[in-house]
Protein backbone atom coordinates (compact mmCIF):
# COMPACT_ATOMS: atom_id res chain seq x y z
CA UNK A 1 0.00 0.00 0.00
CA UNK A 2 0.88 3.51 -0.40
CA UNK A 3 1.92 3.88 3.48
CA UNK A 4 4.27 0.82 3.31
CA UNK A 5 6.02 2.28 -0.03
CA UNK A 6 6.33 5.83 1.93
CA UNK A 7 4.08 7.62 -0.76
CA UNK A 8 1.77 9.31 2.01
CA UNK A 9 1.90 12.94 2.17
CA UNK A 10 -0.82 13.08 4.62
CA UNK A 11 -3.08 10.81 6.32
CA UNK A 12 -5.61 11.64 8.75
CA UNK A 13 -8.65 9.94 10.42
CA UNK A 14 -11.64 11.05 12.36
CA UNK A 15 -12.46 9.18 15.64
CA UNK A 16 -15.57 8.77 17.85
CA UNK A 17 -14.36 8.14 21.20
CA UNK A 18 -12.03 4.93 20.48
CA UNK A 19 -13.41 4.28 17.36
CA UNK A 20 -11.88 5.18 13.92
CA UNK A 21 -15.07 6.11 11.89
CA UNK A 22 -13.42 7.96 8.46
CA UNK A 23 -9.63 8.11 6.95
CA UNK A 24 -8.30 10.31 3.86
CA UNK A 25 -5.28 9.92 2.05
CA UNK A 26 -2.83 11.91 -0.33
CA UNK A 27 0.28 10.76 -2.18
CA UNK A 28 2.08 12.27 -4.86
CA UNK A 29 0.69 12.51 -8.58
CA UNK A 30 2.52 13.31 -11.37
CA UNK A 31 1.37 15.42 -14.07
CA UNK A 32 3.25 15.10 -16.95
CA UNK A 33 3.60 18.97 -18.05
CA UNK A 34 6.06 21.07 -18.40
CA UNK A 35 4.82 23.62 -15.39
CA UNK A 36 4.35 21.17 -13.41
CA UNK A 37 7.16 20.53 -10.63
CA UNK A 38 7.21 17.00 -9.21
CA UNK A 39 5.57 16.09 -5.58
CA UNK A 40 3.88 19.81 -6.05
CA UNK A 41 0.55 17.91 -6.77
CA UNK A 42 -1.16 15.39 -4.66
CA UNK A 43 -4.01 12.75 -5.37
CA UNK A 44 -6.95 12.42 -2.72
CA UNK A 45 -7.37 9.13 -2.08
CA UNK A 46 -8.87 7.36 -0.40
CA UNK A 47 -11.45 9.25 1.37
CA UNK A 48 -13.51 6.38 3.81
CA UNK A 49 -16.05 6.65 6.02
CA UNK A 50 -17.18 3.69 8.35
CA UNK A 51 -20.36 1.96 7.40
CA UNK A 52 -23.46 3.43 9.36
CA UNK A 53 -21.57 6.41 9.76
CA UNK A 54 -22.13 7.43 6.18
CA UNK A 55 -24.78 9.71 4.37
CA UNK A 56 -25.35 12.13 6.71
CA UNK A 57 -26.02 14.62 4.57
CA UNK A 58 -24.06 15.73 1.37
CA UNK A 59 -20.98 18.47 2.55
CA UNK A 60 -21.82 17.88 6.44
CA UNK A 61 -20.57 14.36 7.33
CA UNK A 62 -17.47 12.69 8.41
CA UNK A 63 -16.09 12.82 4.71
CA UNK A 64 -16.82 16.45 4.35
CA UNK A 65 -14.87 17.52 7.51
CA UNK A 66 -11.87 15.59 6.81
CA UNK A 67 -11.75 16.76 2.85
CA UNK A 68 -12.28 20.18 4.18
CA UNK A 69 -9.52 19.86 6.85
CA UNK A 70 -6.96 18.30 4.54
CA UNK A 71 -7.45 20.68 1.94
CA UNK A 72 -6.58 23.24 4.75
CA UNK A 73 -3.60 21.67 5.85
CA UNK A 74 -2.57 20.87 2.23
CA UNK A 75 -2.53 25.22 1.80
CA UNK A 76 -1.17 25.64 4.81
CA UNK A 77 2.29 23.12 3.80
CA UNK A 78 2.22 25.25 0.54
CA UNK A 79 1.07 22.24 -1.99
CA UNK A 80 0.06 23.62 -5.13
CA UNK A 81 -3.25 21.25 -6.15
CA UNK A 82 -4.86 18.28 -5.66
CA UNK A 83 -6.80 16.03 -8.17
CA UNK A 84 -9.29 13.35 -7.70
CA UNK A 85 -11.31 10.75 -9.10
CA UNK A 86 -14.85 10.62 -8.19
CA UNK A 87 -18.47 11.81 -8.00
CA UNK A 88 -18.85 15.53 -9.73
CA UNK A 89 -22.09 16.25 -7.85
CA UNK A 90 -20.03 15.42 -4.72
CA UNK A 91 -16.53 17.00 -5.43
CA UNK A 92 -17.76 20.11 -6.71
CA UNK A 93 -18.86 21.56 -3.47
CA UNK A 94 -15.17 21.23 -1.96
CA UNK A 95 -13.73 23.58 -4.93
CA UNK A 96 -12.88 20.39 -7.18
CA UNK A 97 -13.84 21.36 -10.76
CA UNK A 98 -13.06 19.10 -14.48
CA UNK A 99 -10.72 20.48 -16.63
CA UNK A 100 -10.88 20.00 -20.16
CA UNK A 101 -7.20 19.25 -20.67
CA UNK A 102 -6.60 16.92 -17.35
CA UNK A 103 -6.69 13.22 -18.00
CA UNK A 104 -6.46 9.74 -16.64
CA UNK A 105 -6.19 7.32 -19.51
CA UNK A 106 -9.42 4.91 -19.33
CA UNK A 107 -11.69 7.91 -17.37
CA UNK A 108 -14.58 9.53 -18.02
CA UNK A 109 -13.19 12.95 -17.78
CA UNK A 110 -16.03 14.57 -15.91
CA UNK A 111 -14.66 11.96 -13.21
CA UNK A 112 -11.46 13.73 -13.21
CA UNK A 113 -11.49 17.26 -11.12
CA UNK A 114 -8.49 19.24 -9.75
CA UNK A 115 -8.33 22.01 -7.37
CA UNK A 116 -5.47 24.36 -6.94
CA UNK A 117 -4.44 25.40 -3.57
CA UNK A 118 -1.69 28.50 -4.17
CA UNK A 119 -4.08 30.66 -5.41
CA UNK A 120 -2.57 30.69 -9.11
CA UNK A 121 -4.14 30.52 -12.50
CA UNK A 122 -5.78 27.13 -13.50
CA UNK A 123 -4.44 24.16 -13.63
CA UNK A 124 -1.69 23.08 -16.00
CA UNK A 125 -3.01 23.86 -19.56
CA UNK A 126 -2.46 20.37 -20.52
CA UNK A 127 -1.25 16.99 -18.20
CA UNK A 128 -1.83 13.53 -18.30
CA UNK A 129 -1.74 12.24 -14.69
CA UNK A 130 -0.08 9.22 -13.51
CA UNK A 131 -0.60 7.39 -9.92
CA UNK A 132 1.17 5.45 -7.40
CA UNK A 133 1.63 1.63 -8.57
CA UNK A 134 -0.35 0.78 -5.10
CA UNK A 135 -3.43 2.04 -7.07
CA UNK A 136 -3.12 -0.24 -9.70
CA UNK A 137 -5.50 -3.49 -8.95
Given at each position: ???????????????????????????????????????????????????????????????????????????ALGVEGVVVLGEPDYYTCFGF?????????????????????????????????????????
Open positions: GLRDAGALSLSLVAQDGEDIVGHIAFSPVGLEAASVSPGTWLVMAPVSVAPGRQGQGQGQGIGSRLIRQALQQLKHHQHRLSVPGVPAEYFMAQRLDGKAPVPLQATAGFHPAFEV
